[in-house]
């Protein structure tokens, strides 16, 4: 089957800083810097899956999706949606693909919600004959269908978004693109999303998203890439990435101090993997992988006691994408 999506050396420079017109008629010397914000990623998103983009602000997402969707041009590197080159036949690939992308969610709020959708589907050249229908399915497939003729202003944001991602579906696309889908929802409207795109994905369709939540990409998607500063870090089903994480479990620690931790993590540190540690106000929070917390736990608290310290908190929790992102980046998701 021809894959949805490959992408093969993607880069993306932009220029960092400014010059200014002043400055040019000046004749001061432009200042500013290439960088690259996609850095050469490789990518192959197979048809039928939900392939996610994990990664922190900044780390390309936005821009390899905008790139996916013939929205930007790459600065080098070839795409090829369902097996169209994307630079040398854009409309065809435009067709095919539906698209939510930050940023551009803008719905016309004195508009009802099919009244929106109709605007757009003439936009899109939704051929006519098509449109009562077309519409009547995006509707049900973010079930929307008893709201349709309320006015969009009087819509809560979860609803706002599933009327966007409805607008995606005009086109009928084999391939979506959802650029953060989530983002500023409750957690009671995430889930509903997240079922939506479950839902589509039955149809058979594609579905390449990005996200920031770990939780996400945990539970949605079928692949996971995790991006950072433009490069593609790990790439796997969820369940394959926690695997490599070698510990079989996390303890989190939080252990009140008289005085330094040094001597008493330098401890713990032998009894397992300190991945991370944090001091504040004479409590150090501290998160060790082990092959086995019931050794661990009481090795713990012998530990404390020694340095005068007493343990306050004791949790033992499951490897996430969080605990890959960590150990393939060395720093925090979340920062
Ligand atoms: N048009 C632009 N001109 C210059 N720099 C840009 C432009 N668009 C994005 N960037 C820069 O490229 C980098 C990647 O941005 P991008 O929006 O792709 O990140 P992201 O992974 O989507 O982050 P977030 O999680 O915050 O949405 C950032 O440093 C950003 O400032
Ligand atoms: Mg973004």
Redesign the pocket.
Known sequence: MTPAVVATGLV?E???GRYTLWQRLRREPDRRTR?R??DGIDLRVETGEIFG?L????????????MLSTL?EPTSGSIEVLGIDVARHPREVRARLGAML?GERSLYWKLTGRENLEYFAALYHVPPKDTRERIDRSLAAVKLSDREDDYVERYSTGMRQRLALARALLPDPPLIIL??PTVGLDPQSSRDLRDRVRDLRAQGRTILL?T?YMEEADQLCDRVAI?DH?KIVALDSPAALKRTIRAEEIVRLEIGLRGDGTGLLAQLGRAGTVARQQQTNGTLAVTIHCSSARDLVPAAFDAARAHGATVQHVEVVPVTLEDVFLSVTGRELRE
Do not use: Q, R
């Not at 990664?55 to 905008?66: D, E, L, V």
């Open positions: 993306k932009f220029e960092k960088f914000a996609v983009l990664g922190p602000n900044g780390a390309g997402k936005t821009t390899t999706m905008k930007l930050s650029d953060e990005t920031h991006i433009g």
